[in-house]
Nanobody, 115 residues
Framework: VQLQASGGGLVQTGGSLRLSCAFS????????MAWFRQAPGKEREFVGS?????AYADSVKGRFTISRDNAKNTIYLQMNSLKPEDTAIYYC????????????WGQGTQVTVSS
């Protein structure tokens, strides 16, 4: 299985970015997909997930939107109203619906929000 994240970059406070994560190697529709992020000096944190429903961390609710396109085997993270504290490496992750923990990880994409 391969997860390929893309779409990161540098944006000003209040701006927007859309990240993509392409999934390959297994039946995409059987996998719960998620975004995590890790800021410098901090632990990795959950951003949101999507399967039958969508869940978000409180810190991004109302600003970020996760979606998935099963025809393209891809998930997206639309990030609006970005803040400097959103600066991090963003990772997509996955686990089979029969499992409980995320065991598949992409390589990460850098998001930097300037103040």
């Amino acid at each position: 299985v391969q997860l390929q994240a893309s779409g990161g970059g540098l944006v000003q406070t209040g701006g927007s970015l859309r990240l993509s994560c392409a999934f390959s190697g297994r039946t995409f529709s059987n996998y719960i997909m998620a975004w995590f992020r890790q800021a410098p000096g901090k632990e990795r944190e959950f951003v949101g997930s999507i399967f039958w429903r969508v869940a978000y961390a409180d810190s991004v609710k109302g600003r970020f939107t996760i979606s998935r396109d099963n025809a393209k085997n891809t998930i997206y993270l639309q990030m609006n109203s970005l803040k400097p504290e959103d600066t991090a490496i963003y990772y997509c992750a996955a686990h089979h619906r029969a499992r409980d923990e995320y065991d598949l990880w992409g390589q990460g994409t850098q998001v930097t929000v300037s103040s």
